[in-house]
């Protein structure tokens, strides 16, 4: 069951990362909420990865954790990163325009 944990990240990771290239592509009228629902997706991927470690420490499974914590910091990382900046370009292009 725990394995659904990494699964569902990398899915979150990648809706964190089309939400805000569709809201560039001018697909939407709803700019703020796809934002919203982009950092949020995020927000929930970098949680699940926090539980699915949590779960190794429980089952104290120390080489599983110290084999993959690099890559997780890394991947958590970059995540975070791209996501906040394809929101911070959706902001600044549609910066002062109106709905209509």
Known sequence: MYAWLNVGS?????????????NLMGLTKHR???????LS??????????YYN????QIEDWAALM??????????????????????ITLIVYWGRTVK
Do not use: E, K, R
């Open 10 to 22: 990398l899915v979150l990771g990648l809706i964190a990362w089309i939400l805000p290239i569709v």
């Open 32 to 38: 703020s909420a796809f934002s919203i629902m982009s």
């Open 41 to 50: 997706a995020c927000a929930i991927s970098l949680v699940f990865q926090i």
């Open 54 to 57: 949590y779960h190794l420490v």
């Open 67 to 88: 084999d993959t914590m690099g890559a997780v910091a890394g991947a958590a990382t970059i995540l975070l990163v791209v996501t906040l900046v394809l929101n911070a």
